[in-house]
């Protein structure tokens, strides 16, 4: 016996670094309700491991985290704790050295998926993350990675695994959606040669019966080189091959690794080495995926197979005298024939018997596949014992036999697979026999009665059964089955009743047509298929056929009318109205059903939005045979916008649907009204002065001290839909100095609407040397009219300048007499008389340059005998001897000197 090692191995990670991950995958296995079992199995390499603890401690529990698929948004963490640990088996256990040992691993939880929760219909995703794999693997980059004090994600410098299983919402439609995620069969610890085929079958169990398809994938790695990455939701990055390895060529085989769509795994390994692979195994229900899981493998490949001879499989029928059939045999059996002749015998022989170095000794066996069929009872065509040990260069016979009944009808094939004890895969040969076995006679069911062509039933009629008789010469046992082309029987006031007796059925078909009753609305031709066949040994009997096609004639029912008072033609099926906002549309709807009188109901419905947002008035109505109603549309403001919509479509029904037989019968007209702006006169704005002469938009001069003041009046001449409310606003205040302390109040409400606007300006508003200002101030009157607002703007100029100086035309008084006279000169002051005999300002005029300050009397010895700030002093010298005096006028930019003189 020769011994080889190839390795089919899983990869898993414990929680500190180490190398020692073979592979592994999720399982998701409904239990009952929303109750799920949530199993994580992965495949530990125990010769391989650089985990400083010992093989058997194994980890308590692991954390994974579930996700969203369509959008990634995290669900939940899940804890699940250690189960149990089992040695992975060889196919050949007697060609194991020890070279690979590898522990399988389950960790297992109970986990409750809520459909309030799970029942997004793109589904989700289950993910766990452990580094490391191992480092000496010869198709992918896996270096011992950073030690945890450097964790990087640089995906070159480690190799770790992500395991990832998706499935599919609780909840579908509203109803429950139960699955379990497809059983992988366990990997086997088996290895391969160079240039040695290799096989094994990775085809898995599901247990809701779904499709599932394999394919090759490249593995994942994980995000970082932490021995226990975060939770994170995908992608997850790819492992990187190395040169000249890759998805397509992932082992450098002639064929390379491949995997069939029904998970059989082939290739013809050419290099030793350790390489990693996955497998991704999708999941379908009615050509739909639902469902994904994967498995990541590894394989090792040394050259210690020895030279081995595959056996020979020969095969005879039973009346032949030698074994003549080597590849593909034929036999073909009558019913007559004798269970225990209806064999084949088939001849094993090895010449691995007859060699020294196997002591002339080889085990064989025989198993069987089906080739064009698959029968979980295919077994039961072996003998009892199926193994034998050849010995120099002896043989091994077996006899096969097939049922009386094939597995389908027709001929079928098997292959008998001879077999080995080569290392590390048995060595096989197949013999392909194809069978042609003749089910026992059997007479087929036929039905007596003939087929029923189309037969129309006139509606209310009591029509007499339809029977029907079927029989079978064999007597056997009868199964009766229909068929619809569509609908139930029970809808339409149908009946199918049989009795039966061995080799007999005796029934009959009934109709109750009641329009009233049963609902001939959606149709009125029915097909009906009655099958009859027997419980014949086999079960391959062809069913009798008996067809019967049946219609009703139901009565006529006239259609009714609808139409409006917007247009005199009853024909017309649309009509289009204009209105203006504000405006009222009013029109009435009739249906009418004069031929039959049927009850009739009116209705309308918007196109597009919701009748009952707006102020729309349409009761609608029931009665025989004539129905009307008056539509009433107060179009207001609230919730239209024209720039959005303005045609509102209305669509009037008249349906009578309330006849016998319920007939769907309606007509209607629709009304397309387009909306315009409603009607507005443009609101008007006035200034006007104190004497209401209007000044609008004219330029108004003021010397500094004059009152600024006009007031602005507002006024709209809108009724129609209600007075407008107004709003008076100050829009700008410009000027080349920008204007202050100017008074006005914004005023709002129903014309005429007016506000007063007031300015005192000081010499603050000059600046820069400029002693003349120019104004603008721009007023605006709006409207609130929906969907038309108007406004009228004016602007008011006001031109500001400074009191213009007399500094140079003053002349300074010398003299005053205090007691000579009591009407001229008792004061000193300086004030005057004009010619016009008015007290006049002897003073220069004040303005924004130039502003009296102080006045200052002094005496020849230079003491202050009067002093006043007030421009409007008066002095009498009060106490003082006559003589000359002095005084100082002093101005903002100047001073006035003069002498005095006191005459008493």
């Not at 609902?519 to 031709?525: G, H, N, P």
Request: hydrophobic share 35%.
């Amino acid at each position: 016996m020769k011994k080889l090692l190839f390795t089919l191995l899983l990869l898993v990670a414990f929680p500190v670094m180490a190398s020692h991950i073979v592979g592994g995958e999720f399982e998701l296995i409904h239990v009952s309700g929303n109750t799920y079992r949530l199993n994580l199995i992965y495949y530990f390499d125990v010769i391989n491991n650089t985990f400083p603890n010992p093989p058997e401690v194994v980890d308590p529990d692991f954390r994974v985290g579930i996700f969203q698929k369509s959008n990634n948004r995290f669900i939940r963490a899940v804890t699940i704790p250690f189960l149990s640990k089992s040695s992975v088996s060889y196919t050949q256990p007697t060609c194991s050295n020890g070279e690979v040992v590898t522990d399988k691993l389950i960790y297992s939880t109970l986990i409750q998926l809520e459909p309030s929760e799970f029942n997004d219909p793109a589904g989700y995703y289950i993910s766990w993350q452990r580094c490391c794999r191992n480092y000496n693997i010869s198709n992918i980059f896996s270096p011992v990675p950073p030690p945890p004090s450097n964790i990087t994600s640089d995906p070159t410098r480690y190799a770790g695994q992500t395991f990832y299983l998706e499935f599919p919402p609780v909840v579908k439609n509203g109803e429950p959606f139960i699955d379990s995620s497809p059983k992988l069969f366990p990997p086997l610890n088996d290895y391969a040669c160079p240039n040695k085929p290799y096989y094994t079958d990775f085809a898995g169990e599901d247990d809701d019966g779904d499709s599932l398809v394999y394919s090759l994938a490249t593995p994942l790695n994980t995000s970082s080189s932490a021995s226990v990455p975060a939770i994170s939701p995908r992608p997850y990055p790819e492992v990187i091959w190395r040169n000249p390895y890759s998805l397509n060529n992932i082992i450098n085989g002639l064929p390379d690794l491949r995997i069939s769509t029904d998970g059989l795994l082939t290739c013809t390994p050419r290099t030793q080495g350790l390489y990693v692979f996955a497998v991704k195994v999708e999941e379908f229900r009615n050509k739909e995926k639902i469902g994904e899981s994967r498995r990541d493998f590894q394989m090792l490949v040394v050259d210690r197979c020895p030279v081995a001879v595959p056996p020979v499989i020969s095969g005879k029928k039973l009346t032949d005298a030698a074994y003549t059939y080597l590849n593909n045999m034929s036999v073909s059996f009558s019913n007559t024939v004798a269970d225990g002749d209806r064999c084949i015998q088939v001849r094993i022989s090895d010449l691995d018997a007859t060699k020294l170095d196997e002591n002339f000794t080889e085990k064989v066996g025989i198993r069987v596949v089906g080739l064009n069929f698959k029968s979980s009872k295919l077994n039961q065509i072996l003998p009892s014992v199926t193994q034998a040990v050849l010995q120099n260069g002896s043989t091994a016979d077996f006899k096969i036999c097939f049922p009386q009944c094939p597995y389908f009808d027709g001929p079928y094939q098997v292959g008998i697979i001879a077999f080995d004890d080569a290392c590390s895969l048995p060595l096989t040969d197949t013999l392909r026999v194809t069978v042609n076995t003749q089910p026992p006679a059997n007479s087929r069911v036929k039905f007596t009665t003939p087929d029923l062509t189309v037969t129309q039933i006139t509606e209310g009629d009591t029509p007499p059964p339809w029977v029907f008789q079927a029989t079978d010469a064999d007597l056997d046992d009868l199964v009766v089955s229909f068929t619809t082309d569509g609908f139930n029987l029970q809808d339409y006031g149908m009946a199918l009743n049989f009795t039966q007796q061995k080799g007999l059925v005796n029934g009959q078909i009934t109709w109750d047509p009641r329009c009233n009753i049963y609902d001939f609305t959606k149709r009125s031709s029915f097909t009906i298929k009655i099958l009859v066949d027997d419980k014949d040994l086999c079960g391959f009997g062809i069913p009798d056929t008996a067809v019967y096609k049946l219609s009703i004639k139901l009565p006529g029912n006239a259609d009714p009318t609808i139409d409006t008072d917007l247009t005199t033609d009853p024909q017309e099926t649309r009509v289009t109205v204009q209105r203006k906002v504000l405006d009222n549309l009013d029109f009435k709807v009739t249906g009418k059903d004069l031929v039959d009188n049927d009850k009739l109901i009116l209705g309308v419905k918007g196109l597009g939005f919701n009748i009952a947002d707006y102020a729309i008035s349409f009761p609608g109505g029931t009665a025989n045979g004539q129905v009307a109603s008056n539509f009433s549309w107060a179009i207001g403001c609230d919730k239209i916008d024209l720039k959005k919509k303005d045609t509102y479509t209305f669509q009037f029904t008249v349906v009578d649907n309330a006849n016998k037989c319920r007939f769907y019968k309606a007509d209607t007209v629709t009304v397309d009204v387009k909306l315009l702006l409603p009607d507005n006169a443009e609101p008007e704005l006035l200034a006007l002065n104190p004497s209401n002469t209007n000044i609008t938009n004219s330029t108004l001069d003021f010397t500094l001290g004059q009152p600024i003041e006009f007031s602005l009046l507002g006024t709209d001449s809108d009724v129609l839909g209600g007075q407008d409310n107004l709003s008076l606003s100050l829009l700008s205040a410009t000027g080349n100095i920008p204007p202050v302390g100017y008074s006005f109040t914004e005023k709002q409400g129903k014309s005429p609407l007016t506000s007063l606007f007031t300015w005192a300006p000081d010499c603050s508003i000059f600046k820069d040397g400029l002693y003349q200002n120019n104004y603008e101030f721009k007023f605006r009157l709006g409207d609130d009219r929906c969907l038309n607002a108007k406004a009228d703007t004016i602007t008011v100029k006001l031109k500001v300048k400074d009191v213009e100086g007399t500094a140079g035309k003053f002349d300074m008084p010398n003299i005053f007499t205090p007691n000579l006279d009591d009407k001229f000169n008792k004061y000193f002051l300086l004030e005057g008389i004009d010619s016009s005999g008015e007290m006049i300002d002897l003073l220069p005029k004040d303005n924004c340059v130039d502003q009296f300050e102080s006045i200052q009397v002094i005496n020849r010895w230079g003491d202050v005998v009067f002093e006043s700030k007030d421009r409007n002093f008066v002095w009498d010298a009060k106490g003082l001897a006559a003589g000359v005096y002095f005084y100082r006028l002093k101005f903002t930019n100047k001073e006035y000197k003069s002498s005095l003189t006191i005459y008493y």
